[in-house]
């Protein structure tokens, strides 16, 4: 494999190399670097170092099946390649991970000198990455997808591409760079300060409306919204223990991200106990 066309990546604490192929293989490794450039690490290669393929086939070619299992990524539209290529990449970590992580499918920011991250736990496409690109500009992006949990509390960042929607391609998400908003990657080690599941009402009016949630609903509810659970050593008393550590989550309520500003304010604000 030419080295051009090799894109090394540190995601969640992984070692991941994107070797790509096919039509324009050097043009699309540029465009994966651009999107993945908050993640790049220097040293492609290596005993623990997972491989996903990303190809570009001609146009009129027939892509084979794909689903997010497959390290292999082939399609003859960029956009939906490259969308593929990210749940590719993200399955692969997250499988890499489990056991050692508590993975919650959250966006996190976080204080940019402290590392007090404010962790948004939400089902796909209900804010996480509008949270992001809105309230994140004076902050450290921590991902807009997958937040890893260390039994330390601190957290592996995913510096993946922002996932966003565009409503002229049906089903098919824009791969921005975050730089390209604004966004850039923690330098202090990021920590979890608090927990907040996020539930977005267009019907709602003025501010959002948050409530504390008890510890069992707290785990009932963030439990669909995890990765790799099950296979996690006691993970419900882990889930207990970073919730105790950091108040307990609460619920919030929104119509528009921006109402959402001084809640990530207040807990990107806290110290570290």
């Given at each position: 494999?030419d080295?051009?066309?090799v894109v090394p990546?540190r995601v ?5 190399d994107v070797h790509?192929a096919?039509?324009?293989?050097a043009?699309l490794a ?6 993945w450039?908050?993640a790049?690490?220097?040293?492609p290669g290596g005993?623990?170092?997972h491989?996903?393929?990303a190809a570009?086939?001609?146009p ?5 099946p794909?689903?997010r299992?497959e390290?292999t990524v082939q399609?003859?539209?960029p956009?939906?390649l490259?969308?593929r290529?990210?749940q590719?990449?993200?399955?692969e970590v997250?499988?890499?991970?489990t056991g050692?992580?508590l993975?919650l499918?959250a966006a996190?920011?976080?204080?940019p000198q402290?590392?007090a991250t404010?962790?948004f736990?939400?089902?796909?496409n209900?804010g996480?990455?509008t949270l992001?690109?809105t309230?994140g500009?004076t ?13 330390d509390?601190?957290?592996t960042?995913?510096?993946k591409?922002l996932s966003?929607?565009r409503?002229?391609?049906?089903h098919?998400?824009d ?5 390209e908003v604004?966004l850039t ?14 539930r977005r009402?267009a ?5 959002p ?8 609903d707290a ?19 882990w889930?207990a223990?970073?919730l105790?550590r950091?108040?307990?989550a ?5 119509a528009?991200?921006e109402g959402?500003?001084?809640l ?6 806290r110290?570290?106990?």
């Amino acid at each position: 494999m030419d080295v051009s066309t090799v894109v090394p990546l540190r995601v969640l604490g992984t070692d991941v190399d994107v070797h790509v192929a096919g039509h324009e293989a050097a043009r699309l490794a540029q465009t994966v670097r651009e999107r993945w450039h908050l993640a790049l690490r220097d040293d492609p290669g290596g005993e623990t170092t997972h491989v996903v393929r990303a190809a570009l086939r001609a146009p009129g070619e027939e892509p084979p099946p794909w689903s997010r299992r497959e390290t292999t990524v082939q399609d003859t539209d960029p956009a939906r390649l490259l969308q593929r290529l990210t749940q590719s990449i993200t399955y692969e970590v997250i499988g890499a991970r489990t056991g050692d992580l508590l993975m919650l499918h959250a966006a996190g920011l976080a204080h940019p000198q402290t590392g007090a991250t404010a962790v948004f736990a939400a089902p796909g496409n209900t804010g996480k990455t509008t949270l992001c690109r809105t309230l994140g500009r004076t902050r450290a992006y921590v991902s807009d997808e997958t937040v890893g949990i260390r039994r330390d509390g601190t957290i592996t960042p995913y510096l993946k591409p922002l996932s966003t929607r565009r409503p002229d391609w049906a089903h098919v998400k824009d791969e921005q760079a975050p730089g390209e908003v604004g966004l850039t990657a923690p330098v202090a080690t990021p920590w979890i300060a608090g927990v907040v599941l996020l539930r977005r009402d267009a019907r709602l009016t003025g501010g959002p409306v948050v409530e504390e949630l008890d510890l069992l609903d707290a785990v009932l509810e963030l439990t669909p919204e995890s990765s790799g659970f099950m296979g996690t050593d006691g993970p419900l008393r882990w889930l207990a223990e970073v919730l105790e550590r950091t108040g307990g989550a609460r619920r919030a309520v929104y119509a528009e991200v921006e109402g959402l500003e001084p809640l990530v304010a207040e807990i990107c604000g806290r110290e570290r106990a």
